[in-house]
């Protein structure tokens, strides 16, 4: 079975500063991918970064970037220049890669709680 | 990506009543999910989806409670039957894109009263 374990449940960055967000899954998949989504207060869950975990080099998105460390099967998330509207709860999300026969499942962490604060 | 309108955005509901979601989707899918979210807690995935068979539950959500429909490969819609209060929460669409990743609807915040 999959686990996704956020341990921070609530954490703060002054704005323009960095955080790092930390996620660590249990998996004896070979081939997977690993997600950070957002959800503001809206609901919305929105996709902020995704990696392959074939893949040894960092994804990076503008100011979002991943530590990943398939071995140690940890994933951080680090939001450099913070903003106030990065203040979500942010879920760190695995997704074991089925063939085509199955379904692919998200499984999630607990998320952690973000404010920025101006 | 996938544009995903889910609706209502919200609903107050008496208890023993019924609501269902809808969700619409602006590409041909082949699995659609639902998830709930209950207050202050993560996704846990209800039930998924694939178009011409009946949906598949997880783990403690039955059909009887939860009936999905997916009539064809870009709409489903999910409801919520004989509602009580812990029903309330707030639940998620969700389509698999490129078998790759996943996008989300905007969710329906459902309270039963």
């Known amino acids: 079975a999959q686990t996704v374990t956020q341990s921070q449940p609530e954490m703060s960055v002054q704005e323009a500063e960095t955080v790092t967000l930390s996620c660590t899954y249990d998996t004896s998949e070979n081939n997977y991918y690993l997600f950070w989504y957002k959800q503001p207060p809206s609901r919305q869950m929105i996709l902020v970064i995704r990696q392959e975990a074939y893949k040894q080099q960092n994804a990076t998105e503008n100011r979002f970037s991943v530590n990943f460390q398939k071995a140690a099967k940890s994933f951080s998330l680090k939001i450099s220049d913070s903003q106030l509207g990065d203040t979500a709860m942010y879920f760190c999300a695995f997704m074991k890669q089925v063939g085509k026969t199955g379904a692919n499942n998200l499984f999630f962490g607990t998320g952690t709680r973000l404010t920025v604060i101006p | 990506s996938a544009v995903i309108s889910q609706k209502p955005s919200r609903d107050i509901c008496q208890r023993g009543t019924s609501l269902t979601i809808q969700c619409q989707v602006d590409s041909q899918v082949t699995m659609m999910f639902w998830y709930r979210q209950q207050p202050g807690q993560s996704l846990t995935l209800i039930a998924t989806a694939n178009q011409g068979s009946e949906a598949t539950y997880e783990s403690g959500f039955v059909i009887d409670k939860f009936p999905i429909s997916r009539p064809n490969l870009t709409f489903s819609t999910l409801t919520v039957s004989n509602m009580s209060p812990e029903d309330s929460s707030i639940y998620l669409c969700?389509?698999?894109?490129?078998?790759?990743?996943?996008?989300f609807g905007q969710g329906t915040r459902l309270t039963v009263v």
């Open positions: 969700s389509v698999e894109w490129m078998d790759t990743e996943a996008f």
